[in-house]
């Protein structure tokens, strides 16, 4: 009898990178992501970990080794097939709310006329239709955000990257976001690459977290994370997501003083 594998999601051997003149961020990186899974990045600053994201987003190069998303190899190439939601929002401030999400979907080829139906579809589904003729310096930071998610996700892309995307954000508002973004997820079973700071959100959001080591970075432990898929539904003081997260942390502490110690010592 034989096991099937899981597609194949994004594939990265052996990856190397290297700033000038001789700053090391990833070293020799490989890691397996099936399609349709949600894993979350965490280590200390300066591991490597947005650099990672950029390179599976096409929009940065390596030196070595092979990335590939779906088998479809990965250098340098962006694509809205693998899109980022960034920290900083990055809405056109001259578009109203509703217009930014209809660009992105009229830079996909989506006719005008369909993409700003579909905007408005969006705008609805998220309860924003109050806000949908608005310009962005009209609106809060939460609600801001809350457009650039919904212009990521109404192109539709294969792989979702995001970039500690909710970090700046008031509680509510990061929860409201999460849950937007696990619904999705639940829904469209995209791959979803989601680099944080935070323990906390990692264990809750993933069905995998990856801890990376201080500078050079690599993977030092992939930890599986037996919770629902309707993440929604378990509870943040849960034991087993407060054990996972426990776990996390004592192993992310040490890299963190130790990327500290690094950071004294060469001055950056």
Not at 144 to 150: E, L, P, T, Y
Not at 159 to 168: G, I, M, T
Not at 190 to 213: C, D, G, I, P
Not at 241 to 248: F, K, N, P, S, T
Request: charged content about 20%; some cysteine; hydrophobic content about 40%.
């Amino acid at each position: 009898m034989t096991t099937s594998l899981p597609p194949a999601g994004l594939s990265v051997r052996h990856l190397h990178k290297i700033y000038p003149p001789d700053i090391v961020a990833l070293y020799d990186v490989n890691l397996e992501l099936p399609l349709g899974e949600f894993t979350a990045i965490i280590g200390p600053s300066g591991c490597g970990k947005t650099t990672l994201l950029k390179i599976a987003a096409g929009i940065e190069t390596y030196q070595q080794g092979a990335v590939a998303f779906a088998g479809e190899a990965i250098a340098g190439n962006p694509s809205w097939k693998r899109s980022v939601i960034y920290q900083d929002v990055r809405l056109f401030p001259w578009l109203s709310a509703q217009a930014n999400i209809a660009f992105a979907l009229e830079s996909k080829g989506i006719p005008k006329a369909e993409a700003q139906q579909q905007a408005r579809e969006w705008i609805v589904r998220q309860g924003l239709e109050a806000y949908a003729d608005a310009y962005p310096a009209e609106l809060s930071g939460g609600t801001r955000q809350k457009i650039g998610v919904c212009r990521v996700l109404a192109s539709q892309p294969d792989l979702v990257l995001c970039d500690e995307p909710f970090s700046a954000l008031d509680w509510n508002a990061r929860e409201s976001l999460q849950h937007d973004l696990l619904h999705y997820w639940y829904e469209q079973r995209k791959s979803v690459l989601f680099v944080t700071h935070n323990v906390e959100e990692a264990v809750y959001l993933a069905q995998r977290v990856v801890l990376m080591s201080a500078r050079p970075g690599v993977i030092k432990e992939i930890v599986d994370v037996p919770l629902p898929d309707e993440r929604w539904t378990v509870r943040r003081d849960s034991p087993q997501l407060l054990d996972i997260a426990r776990y996390v942390n004592n192993h992310i502490a040490d890299e963190v003083r130790k990327a500290q110690l690094l950071e004294q010592e060469l001055g950056y």
